[in-house]
T-cell receptor, first 114, second 113 residues
Framework: NAGVTQTPKFRVLKTGQSMTLLCAQD?????MYWYRQDPGMGLRLIHY???????AKGEVPDGYNVSRLKKQNFLLGLESAAPSQTSVYFC?????????????FGPGTRLLVL | AQSVTQLGSHVSVSEGALVLLRCNYS??????LFWYVQYPNQGLQLLLK??????LVKGINGFEAEFKKSETSFHLTKPSAHMSDAAEYFC???????????FGKGTMLLVSP
C-alpha cells in the first residue's frame, strides 16, 4: 500500500514551458487535492476533486488546470510556467465527505521555474 | 470565510521542556480543527483533529490540543520535547462539506539538547 505518490519529485522548467504533475493514490479515496507550499505562506489549495470526472477551484487556481479521468489519479497542469509558480506542490486525498476527513499527503514535487 | 493564525513562525525549546504552539481560528460556523506535522523534505501527516466530540484531543507522539471556543483557540502542547519533535507544524480549519482545509502559515519547532 503506497498511499499517495507524486511524480516527478523535482523538475526545472524555463518560463513558458508546460508540464504535468501526476498524483496517484491506492486507497480508493473519493476526494483529491492539490496544494502549493511557499515559505512563510503555509499550504494553499489550488484545485480539488470530489470524484472521478469532477474538479473545482481552490484558493489559488490561476495558471493551473487539473483533470481527474481516473479515480486514483489527479493531474495538475501548468500550460505556460512562470517564475511565480516556483514552489513545492503537494497532493492529498481523503475518503470522507464532510469537514472532518483526514487528508493523506504525498511527498511533494519541487518545481523551479527559471 | 474561515482563517487560521499561528503565532510565532519559529519556536525554540530545550529537550525535555514544555512545547506550546499557538493557533487561533476565525470562522462563522462551527469549525473542525487539525494539526499536521511536516518533517524535513516530507509530506504532511495528521497529528490530531477536533471534530466536536471532545474539547481535549490527544494525538500521536504525546501531543494534545484543547479546543476553547471562548478564546477561538486550538493550541498544541506536549509536556516534554524530544529531539525528534523538530519539524514544522501546521494548524488548519475545515468547514466545508468537501474536507477542504485552510492552513495557517506554520510554526517551525526547534529543539536543542
Amino acid at each position: 500500500n503506497a498511499g499517495v505518490t507524486q511524480t516527478p519529485k523535482f523538475r526545472v522548467l524555463k518560463t513558458g514551458q508546460s508540464m504535468t504533475l501526476l498524483c496517484a493514490q491506492d486507497m480508493n479515496h473519493e476526494y483529491m487535492y492539490w496544494y502549493r507550499q511557499d515559505p512563510g505562506m503555509g499550504l494553499r489549495l489550488i484545485h480539488y476533486s470530489v470524484g472521478e470526472g469532477t474538479t473545482a477551484k481552490g484558493e489559488v487556481p490561476d495558471g493551473y488546470n487539473v483533470s481527474r479521468l481516473k479515480k486514483q489519479n489527479f493531474l495538475l497542469g501548468l500550460e505556460s510556467a512562470a517564475p511565480s509558480q516556483t514552489s513545492v506542490y503537494f497532493c492529498a486525498s481523503t475518503q470522507s465527505g464532510g469537514p472532518t476527513g483526514t487528508q493523506y499527503f504525498g511527498p511533494g514535487t519541487r518545481l523551479l521555474v527559471l | 470565510a474561515q482563517s487560521v493564525t499561528q503565532l510565532g513562525s519559529h519556536v525554540s525549546v530545550s529537550e525535555g521542556a514544555l512545547v506550546l504552539l499557538r493557533c487561533n481560528y476565525s470562522s462563522s460556523v462551527p469549525p473542525y480543527l487539525f494539526w499536521y506535522v511536516q518533517y524535513p523534505n516530507q509530506g504532511l501527516q495528521l497529528l490530531l483533529k477536533y471534530t466536536s466530540a471532545a474539547t481535549l484531543v490527544k494525538g500521536i507522539n504525546g501531543f494534545e490540543a484543547e479546543f476553547k471556543k471562548s478564546e477561538t483557540s486550538f493550541h498544541l502542547t506536549k509536556p516534554s520535547a524530544h529531539m525528534s519533535d523538530a519539524a514544522e507544524y501546521f494548524c488548519a480549519v475545515s468547514v466545508s462539506g468537501y474536507s477542504t482545509l485552510t492552513f495557517g502559515k506554520g510554526t517551525m519547532l526547534l529543539v536543542s539538547p
